[in-house]
């Protein structure tokens, strides 16, 4: 099993910006990949960012060129800054962990942007 937490979410200002974290425990090397998704009100849950454990990177269309994945090595912290912040990223963010038993995902943390 894999768990993962995240932290950093919180309140901010239209064009402002947040950087999230997220920590892995447990068979921390079976991980293939880490990375976001989130869900707004009313919205299906989509793909925010990933990275693999090779370090390729993907994110979602809606936040190319505004956030950032990165982390400090394959299977630890792993970070989200997102910059220009708008009021449509409000959202739970949640962690998530591609492993070879299975998918994971953290409890999320709560982003909302005001106008």
């Known amino acids: 099993q894999v768990q993962l ?10 064009g402002g910006s947040l950087r999230l974290s997220c920590v892995a425990s447990g ?7 880490m990375g976001w998704h989130r869900q707004a009100p009313g919205k299906q849950r989509e793909l925010v960012a990933l990275i693999t ?16 994945i990165s982390r400090d090595n394959a299977y630890g912290p792993v970070f989200l800054q997102m910059n ?5 990223d409000t959202a739970v963010y949640y962690c998530t962990a591609g492993a ?16």
């Open 53 to 68: 454990v090779a370090g390729n990177t993907h994110y979602g269309d809606s936040v190319k060129g505004r956030f950032t």
């Open 5 to 14: 937490v995240e932290s950093g979410g919180g309140l901010v200002q239209a």
């Open 84 to 88: 220009s912040l708008k009021p449509e």
């Open 27 to 33: 068979n921390i090397f079976s991980i293939n990949f």
């Open 100 to 115: 070879t038993m299975g998918n994971f995902w953290g409890q999320g943390t709560q982003v909302t942007v005001s106008s």
